[in-house]
């Protein structure tokens, strides 16, 4: 007897049969696939957080039900663990195994197999909180979930619509309520106050920044962006765009923190609103990626991603580290991906260590969890400030010896409590962003001239099988197929400035290529050659090899 409640498990199951023509992979995202077919991933999800909770003796763990920065036809569904932070990646081929189970009985077998495996003693509570955003598919994905919730027994929290983010938040506020790192009230009211309270604060001397255009994606992020605009009062005036969150197909479409990203350019909705001056930024679906955008002097677009502002944000904490008098005993360091632009790390590592690991969030929260203070941004705008247990208790004792210094730790603490060091954030790296450009008089020319990013080309590559890509040292790197790393090499020295990588992608049977020149038309050049590289390895047929792959 497994001590499970089989009979509740087998009559929900019931409700919510997986469709069997369907493989389910959890991976760094979640799941992630088409609304229509996610209804038994949500119940089984439903049932493993239970599980999680209460492997974790009845600490809260997160269900976000949202596919981000996808099309509105996708879903999808995240778990989160107790301090806010993504689940714990042994667990995710469990997720995967149990979402697989082809039938009831089947998934039952899995569950006991699983719990005795896991050691997971059943007579510990479970507790769950759960959001959505604002897919249409969002509500009936819920209801399978609170099935699967009721199915194991839990106690379900509802947070409603809301932003990634703020359900991450949640959870780390819930799990640490009334101890001595209490992250916050756990309520959206608390994560307002505890953004808008410290924003405040850290420009209560500076000039009131000038209004601030925000393309909210048609998004949750606009009911965010709303609210946190009445928190904000008359400290800071937002100006919220693409809000239309009930129109049908509008999600994420043409516009958006991934669009402006992608394409390089403005959203055309935007294009008759912002003046050259002016600076502007896009979230994604779900609030969690920020783009930044200005026009500049002759109206020409100009794209500040997640490179430019670890850039901004990285230095401005160096320098007040340096005015705390801290600098000896507080490191700041960098996390990027291969696909940072080669003169943002080129400008970071002139400044602080800058380390380079794999693509995927939870390797750079991972890596940035080994620095004092740890900063990682990806390209695509999505990324956070994480400060140590150590570096939190340095400052709370610190004993400044001058003004300069003492201010310098206000901030620092202010900053501590302005960053959602939970996750990747739009609204709050938002606020982080218009605090450095308030203290350090910028505009978005200033900014953007921080350091020149080098030409660059991404080109995707269909293959047959992705799995023969094998790469190390941070995806930079291939090993196999044996002998293709050396003809890229050959190829990138024959371009000034060059740079070139390949990896799989994680999700679909494509291989990206990324490269680097100091001009444009050389980066394109270099970026469709390896590509060709790429095509011929995996036995295209060369009548077939698309034209531009020189």
Same mark, same amino acid.
């Given at each position: 007897?497994?001590?499970?409640?089989?009979?509740?498990?087998?009559?929900?199951?019931?409700?919510?049969?997986?469709?069997?023509?369907?493989?389910?992979?959890?991976?760094?995202?979640?799941?992630?696939?088409?609304?229509?077919?996610?209804?038994? %991933?949500?119940?089984?999800? !439903?049932?493993?957080?239970?599980?999680?909770?209460?492997?974790?003796?009845?600490?809260?763990?997160?269900?976000? *039900?949202?596919?981000?920065?996808?099309?509105?036809? &996708?879903?999808?569904?995240?778990? *989160?663990?107790?301090?806010?932070?993504?689940?714990?990646?042994?667990?995710?081929?469990?997720?995967?195994?149990?979402?697989?189970?082809?039938?009831?009985?089947?998934?039952?077998?899995?569950?006991?197999?699983?719990?005795?495996?896991?050691?997971?003693?059943?007579? =510990?509570?479970?507790?769950?909180?759960?959001?959505?955003?604002?897919?249409?598919?969002?509500?009936?994905?819920?209801?399978?979930?609170?099935?699967?919730?009721?199915?194991?027994?839990?106690?379900?929290?509802?947070?409603?619509?809301?932003?990634?983010?703020?359900?991450?938040?949640?959870?780390?506020?819930?799990?640490?309520?009334?101890?001595?790192?209490?992250? !916050?009230?756990?309520?959206?009211?608390?994560?307002?106050? =505890?953004?808008?309270?410290?924003?405040?604060?850290?420009?209560?001397?500076?000039?009131? @920044?000038?209004?601030?255009?925000?393309?909210?994606?048609?998004?949750?992020?606009?009911?965010?962006?709303?609210?946190?605009?009445?928190?904000?009062? &008359?400290?800071?005036?937002?100006?919220?765009?693409?809000?239309?969150?009930?129109?049908?197909?509008?999600?994420?479409?043409?516009?958006? /923190?991934?669009?402006?990203?992608?394409?390089?350019?403005?959203?055309? +909705?935007?294009?008759?609103?912002?003046?050259?001056?002016?600076?502007?930024?896009?979230?994604?679906?779900?609030?969690?990626?920020?783009?930044?955008?200005?026009?500049?002097?002759?109206?020409?677009?100009?794209?500040?991603?997640?490179? #430019?502002?670890?850039?901004?944000?990285?230095?401005?904490?160096?320098?007040?580290?340096?005015?705390?008098?801290?600098?000896?005993?507080?490191? %700041?360091?960098?996390?990027?991906?291969?696909?940072?632009?080669?003169?943002?790390?080129?400008?970071?590592?002139?400044?602080? @260590?800058?380390?380079?690991?794999?693509?995927?969030?939870?390797?750079?929260?991972?890596? /940035?969890?080994?620095?004092?203070?740890? $900063?990682?941004?990806?390209?695509?705008?999505?990324?956070?400030?994480?400060?140590?247990?150590?570096?939190?208790?340095?400052?709370?004792?610190?004993?400044?010896?001058?003004?300069?210094? +003492?201010?310098?730790?206000?901030?620092?603490?202010?900053?501590?409590?302005?960053?959602?060091?939970?996750?990747?954030?739009?609204?709050?790296?938002?606020?982080?962003?218009?605090?450095?450009?308030?203290?350090?008089?910028?505009?978005?020319?200033?900014?953007? +001239?921080?350091?020149?990013?080098?030409?660059?080309?991404?080109?995707?590559?269909?293959?047959?099988?992705?799995?023969?890509? #094998?790469?190390?040292?941070?995806?930079?790197?291939?090993?196999?197929?044996?002998?293709?790393?050396?003809?890229?090499?050959?190829?990138?020295?024959?371009?000034?400035?060059?740079?070139?990588?390949?990896?799989?992608?994680?999700?679909?049977?494509?291989?990206?290529?990324?490269?680097?020149? $100091?001009? #444009?038309?050389?980066?394109?050049?270099?970026?469709?050659?390896?590509?060709?590289?790429?095509?011929?390895?995996?036995?295209?047929?060369?009548?077939?090899?698309?034209?531009?792959?020189?």
């Amino acid at each position: 007897m497994s001590g499970l409640p089989v009979a509740s498990i087998k009559e929900l199951s019931e409700k919510h049969p997986k469709p069997s023509d369907i493989k389910f992979t959890y991976g760094t995202a979640g799941f992630r696939t088409l609304a229509s077919v996610l209804d038994s %991933v949500l119940f089984r999800v !439903g049932i493993l957080a239970g599980l999680r909770s209460k492997k974790l003796d009845g600490k809260t763990i997160g269900v976000m *039900v949202t596919a981000s920065h996808n099309p509105e036809q &996708d879903n999808g569904v995240k778990l *989160v663990d107790p301090r806010g932070e993504m689940l714990e990646s042994s667990w995710e081929s469990h997720a995967t195994t149990l979402s697989n189970a082809s039938s009831t009985d089947e998934f039952i077998s899995a569950l006991e197999a699983f719990v005795r495996d896991a050691k997971i003693d059943l007579s =510990k509570p479970a507790r769950v909180v759960y959001a959505m955003d604002t897919r249409p598919s969002g509500p009936a994905l819920v209801s399978a979930l609170e099935d699967g919730l009721r199915a194991i027994g839990a106690d379900g929290r509802n947070a409603g619509v809301t932003t990634t983010p703020i359900l991450h938040y949640l959870v780390r506020a819930i799990n640490t309520k009334g101890t001595a790192e209490a992250y !916050g009230d756990d309520s959206e009211d608390g994560y307002y106050t =505890k953004l808008t309270n410290a924003f405040k604060k850290l420009v209560s001397a500076k000039p009131t @920044p000038s209004p601030l255009l925000i393309d909210c994606a048609n998004g949750v992020g606009a009911n965010a962006a709303k609210k946190l605009a009445e928190y904000l009062g &008359d400290t800071f005036s937002l100006v919220l765009e693409n809000t239309s969150i009930t129109a049908p197909g509008a999600l994420n479409n043409a516009c958006g /923190a991934d669009f402006v990203k992608t394409t390089q350019k403005l959203p055309s +909705s935007l294009s008759n609103i912002i003046k050259p001056g002016q600076r502007g930024c896009s979230l994604d679906g779900d609030a969690d990626r920020l783009m930044y955008f200005h026009l500049d002097d002759r109206g020409q677009f100009r794209m500040l991603d997640g490179d #430019k502002i670890a850039a901004l944000v990285a230095a401005f904490i160096v320098e007040l580290v340096k005015a705390a008098g801290l600098d000896e005993s507080i490191k %700041v360091g960098v996390v990027q991906t291969a696909y940072a632009n080669g003169a943002s790390t080129k400008y970071l590592a002139e400044r602080l @260590p800058v380390k380079c690991v794999s693509t995927g969030v939870k390797h750079l929260h991972h890596a /940035a969890e080994h620095y004092d203070v740890g $900063v990682y941004f990806e390209a695509n705008g999505h990324g956070t400030v994480l400060f140590s247990p150590d570096t939190l208790a340095k400052l709370a004792d610190y004993q400044p010896s001058t003004p300069a210094q +003492s201010t310098a730790v206000e901030h620092l603490v202010n900053l501590t409590q302005l960053i959602n060091q939970t996750v990747g954030d739009a609204l709050s790296d938002m606020l982080l962003v218009e605090v450095v450009l308030a203290h350090k008089a910028y505009g978005g020319l200033e900014w953007d +001239s921080l350091y020149v990013d080098l030409p660059n080309r991404l080109v995707k590559v269909v293959v047959a099988d992705r799995h023969i890509f #094998k790469t190390v040292d941070a995806e930079r790197r291939l090993t196999s197929p044996v002998g293709l790393q050396d003809k890229i090499d050959s190829l990138v020295g024959k371009y000034e400035g060059g740079r070139s990588f390949v990896r799989p992608s994680g999700t679909e049977d494509v291989v990206r290529v990324y490269a680097e020149a $100091v001009v #444009k038309s050389q980066a394109d050049e270099l970026a469709f050659r390896v590509a060709g590289l790429v095509y011929d390895e995996t036995g295209g047929d060369p009548a077939t090899r698309p034209k531009e792959f020189l």
